[in-house]
C-alpha cells in the first residue's frame, strides 16, 4: 500500500481530522540512516506527525520543522515537511541499544528522554512562527497533543504508532490528528473524548489491516465523518550538490584552505538522507576563487 494522508471533518466542522499510513516513509527512513529498533519508532512517530502537520499548511513554499531535543541517548531528532506532505529527518544518535519499556515495548521514551520540542512555521512572513513546549512523556504524540493546546490553543488529540518485525524492518506506521473548532459544541466534545477513551494503540488498528478511511471512520463515524480529500506522503530530501557546495563555502575560507592544503578528496554527508557528496581538491580550489 502506498503512503497517504486522509484529511476528513466530523460534526458539522466542528472537528478537522487527519489520518495517514506512513509504513514506506518510516522504512525508507530506517534504511538510509540504519537506525536501531527504538530509533525507528521514535523518528517514524515524528516523521508521521510531520507528514500530517505539513499538510495543514496552505502554501506552496510553507515548511514545518519539529525538533525533538532530549536528554536520553537518542539526543534528539529534526523532521521537516512542506504543505504536499513531502517529508524528512533525522535523529542526532540512530542507533540506540536500552531495553523494553515496563510494557515490553520499544522505550522510545527512555531514548528521547526528558527535553524539549520546538514546532517552527516558515510560511513566508519577515519570521517564522516558533513554538516550545516541554515534553511530557517522550513518546511524541503526547508531547504533540500538549504542544497544540498550550501554544496553539487548539484541543488535539494525537496518536501515533510504529510497529518493528522482529528483523527490523517496519511492519506498520501510521497516526492520525483530531482537532476541535472553537465553536465545537459540548455534546460534540463529550462525545469524542468517550470515543477516544476506548480506543486501541494506532499500531494495533494498522496491524489489524485498517486503513487510515477505516481509522476515521471508527473514531468519528457517529459524528458524521466526511472524507474530504487523500493526498500522497513520501520520505523526499532536497538536498544536492549544489546545496552542499554552498554549505561548505559558509564555513569560511580559512577551513576550505586547509582541506586543499590536506591535498585529498573530500566526502560530506547529508544529515537528513545520508546521501554523500564527494568534492575534489580542484573542486574545492573552484570554490574559493567563487
Avoid: W
Avoid at 525508507?28 to 502537520?53: I, N, Y
Avoid at 511524541?140 to 501554544?151: K, V
Avoid at 458524521?224 to 557546495?245: A, H, M, Q, W
Wanted: aromatic content about 6%; proline content about 3%.
Amino acid at each position: 500500500m502506498d503512503d497517504y494522508i486522509v484529511r476528513a471533518t466530523a460534526a458539522n466542522h466542528q472537528i478537522r481530522a487527519f489520518a495517514a499510513t506512513t509504513r514506506n516513509l518510516v522504512e525508507e527512513a530506517r534504511t538510509r540512516h540504519d537506525s536501531s529498533p527504538v530509533v525507528t519508532a521514535a523518528l517514524g512517530r515524528l516523521l508521521t506527525a510531520g507528514a500530517m502537520m505539513g499538510s495543514m499548511m496552505k502554501g506552496e513554499k510553507d515548511m514545518l520543522t519539529l525538533q525533538v531535543n532530549g536528554g536520553g541517548p537518542m539526543k534528539g531528532m529534526t523532521v521537516t515537511a512542506d504543505s504536499k506532505a513531502n517529508v524528512k529527518g533525522y535523529a542526532i544518535e540512530p542507533v540506540v541499544m536500552i531495553p523494553a519499556n515496563s510494557k515490553g515495548k520499544l522505550d522510545v521514551a527512555g531514548a528521547v528522554g526528558v527535553g524539549f520540542l520546538n514546532v517552527i512555521k516558515d510560511m513566508g512572513m519577515k519570521e517564522p512562527y516558533s513554538g516550545q513546549t516541554m515534553l511530557q512523556t517522550s513518546e511524541i504524540a503526547e508531547d504533540l497533543t500538549y504542544y497544540f493546546a498550550t501554544s496553539e490553543q487548539v484541543p488535539s488529540s494525537v496518536g501515533l504508532g510504529v510497529l518493528m518485525e522482529k528483523n527490523n524492518v517496519v511492519k506498520q506506521a501510521g497516526g492520525f490528528i483530531i482537532q476541535l473548532m472553537p465553536f465545537a459544541e459540548e455534546s460534540v466534545i463529550a462525545s469524542l473524548e468517550d470515543k477516544l477513551k476506548h480506543v486501541n494503540s494506532v499500531t494495533t488498528m494498522l496491524d489489524q489491516g485498517m486503513n487510515p478511511e477505516q481509522i476515521l471512520s471508527y473514531l468519528l463515524g457517529d459524528l458524521g465523518l466526511e472524507i474530504l480529500d487523500t493526498i500522497p506522503t513520501r520520505f523526499y530530501c532536497n538536498c544536492s550538490k549544489k546545496r552542499v557546495e554552498k554549505a561548505i563555502i559558509s564555513i569560511g575560507e580559512k577551513d576550505i584552505k586547509e582541506m586543499i592544503a590536506d591535498g585529498k578528496e573530500i566526502e560530506v554527508k547529508c544529515h537528513f538522507c545520508y546521501t554523500a557528496y564527494q568534492f575534489t581538491v580542484d573542486e574545492l580550489k573552484h570554490m574559493l576563487k567563487g
